[in-house]
């Protein structure tokens, strides 16, 4: 079992930055993709990007492409998703997953993260 907690969320300015943090409980998450999806309000959960268990072939929505980055740091358990030049579509409840492939789609990931909450001020 895989337990995955998130932090880093909170209140930025349009323009700004934020880094959102993914720890893992265990070491086995290092065998695992990971992803970051989002749920803004009255919005059904999106992707937003994923990386393979090496921290190669990242994937992003089209939407972040070039203002966000995903990567993780194997020694820490942890996956990072940095985000830059935030706007205020970017609000929304950010949740990391763990699954065996770097896919798009919601179910191809096995453990889910509570969530943590972005909210971008115009």
């Known amino acids: 079992q895989v337990q995955l907690v998130e932090s880093g969320g909170g209140l930025v300015q349009a323009g700004g930055s934020l880094r959102l943090s993914c720890a893992a409980s265990?070491?086995?998450?290092?065998?695992?993709?990971v992803g970051w999806f989002r749920q803004g309000p009255g919005k059904e959960r999106e992707f937003v990007a994923t990386v393979d268990w090496s921290g190669g072939s990242p994937l992003y929505a089209n939407s972040v492409q070039g203002r966000f980055t995903i990567f993780r740091d194997n020694a820490k358990k942890t996956v990072y998703l940095e985000m830059n030049s935030l706007k205020p579509e970017d609000t929304a409840v950010y949740y990391c997953?763990?699954?065996?492939?770097?896919?798009?789609?919601?179910?191809?990931?096995?453990?889910w993260g509570q969530g943590t909450q972005v909210t971008v001020a115009s």
């Open positions: 265990v070491p086995t998450v290092n065998i695992y993709s």
């Open positions: 997953a763990a699954g065996p492939r770097a896919r798009e789609q919601p179910d191809s990931y096995h453990y």
